[in-house]
């Protein structure tokens, strides 16, 4: 192939990074651990969606039942939501929909890729204002570089990935003020926050943008749902942009299913941060390992540079796969360990203990 072949954007493009998965124990991706299969509640509706289920006729492409149900879990118009393969696909959707090549976008860092993935295949610009130390957000840098660059969108996860530091609901609010320009807010991990949703500011901020997912809290990670919430006129421009059949029938089927089974999906999300409380309790008494707090249902944790490879390659021994931050100047020696059951949290406590016993 001949490189000229390439646009401009790909010919340069960092993508993102998939890690291949051989360990039994994979806690590197913040996926659910539970099968909501499981529920027999749940399991009954997707033996009735199966039974129900026609391939051969095209998806509703707005997925309307999708909608209402998620309406109804949100407490907002069916008409203010937009759904997707995976929060990924509406990210990608909302830069198309946005963004023109050489606008700038502002993401606080670290934070998740997907956003200058995606800004920088339209040949966007990324402005990155760096987190506070511990891993606070720099409030006040991210007003002033609003008010004064006026970014065409900026980016706030929240809480964020991989520092699972949460900001609230009343600097978001700040921030949709100050910005003559949109706002995305990634909630991903909201359900885990136990905080105020910035959802129902929809209603007043025509320039936010919420992106939930269904990977995370719902356990939905394969099925791949996400959505966004917005003003009824964002809706309406990204929907314009995105596949006509994005969602396919059965992921919208099984998605709204569960949804309505939310009653018995989210009560497990208690154990999760219960856990997460416990496993970040035992990683503080680890001398030699810094571990940060975290809204969401992994722990970002640090050790010297310089026990990274030993400390990864221990795990994997153990049948354990980690996610690791390789050559980020502002993770050193870090790594971002999703919260499991007890059983799994101890294995990959006692590798950790092991290494930093030796180092
Ligand atoms: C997991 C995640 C998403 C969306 O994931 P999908 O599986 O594509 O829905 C979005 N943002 C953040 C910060 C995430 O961690």
Redo the contacts with the bound molecule.
């Keep these: 192939m001949k490189t000229e072949w390439l646009r401009r954007e790909v010919t340069q493009f960092a993508p993102y990074v998939v890690a291949p998965v051989h360990e039994t124990h994979v806690i590197n991706a ?1 996926e659910n651990y539970a099968n909501v299969l499981d529920i027999p509640e749940v399991r009954a509706a997707a033996e009735e969606i199966l039974a129900g289920f026609r391939p051969q006729v095209y998806p509703d492409p707005m997925a309307n039942g999708l909608r209402t149900a998620l309406a109804d879990y949100l407490d907002v118009q069916p008409e203010q939501l937009l759904a997707g393969n ?4 509406m ?1 990608s959707y909302t830069l198309h929909t946005f963004l023109n090549e050489g606008d700038t976008i502002l993401v606080h860092a670290p934070t ?1 890729d ?1 956003y200058e993935v995606g800004a920088s295949l339209i040949g966007a610009k990324v402005e990155h204002l760096p987190d506070l130390p511990g891993f606070r957000r720099d409030q006040e840098g991210i007003l002033r570089t609003i008010r004064e660059k006026q970014p065409k969108m900026t980016f706030l ?1 929240n809480p964020n ?1 991989p520092t699972g530091e949460l900001l609230p609901a009343s600097f978001i609010e700040e921030c949709l003020k100050a910005a003559d320009n949109l706002v995305f807010v ?1 909630e ?2 909201m359900e885990f926050a136990g905080a105020e949703s910035v959802v129902p500011l929809i209603d007043r901020y025509p320039n936010l943008i919420v ?1 939930r ?4 809290a719902f356990g939905l ?1 394969g099925l ?3 959505y966004i919430a917005a003003d009824k006129d964002i809706i309406t421009e990204v929907a314009k942009v995105k596949n006509p059949y994005n969602l396919n029938s059965l992921t919208q089927a099984l998605a709204a299913a569960v949804v309505r089974c939310r009653d018995k999906i989210l009560p497990t999300r208690d154990g999760i941060v219960a856990e997460r409380e416990r496993l970040y309790e035992a990683l503080k008494q680890i001398p030699g390992v810094t571990v940060w707090p975290s809204r969401t249902n992994f722990l970002l944790m640090q050790v010297d540079e310089s026990l990274s490879d030993t400390l990864f390659d221990a795990w994997k021994q153990a049948d354990i796969l980690v996610k690791r931050y390789q050559g980020r100047a502002l993770l050193p020696g870090a790594f971002r360990l999703t919260v499991t059951t007890a059983e799994v949290d101890d294995a990959a406590l006692c590798v950790l203990k092991g290494v930093m016993a030796r180092a």
């Design positions: 913040n995976g929060g990924d696909e990210i998740f997907m996860c990935n990634d991903a991990y992106l997912t269904l990977s995370k990670a791949r749902c996400g």
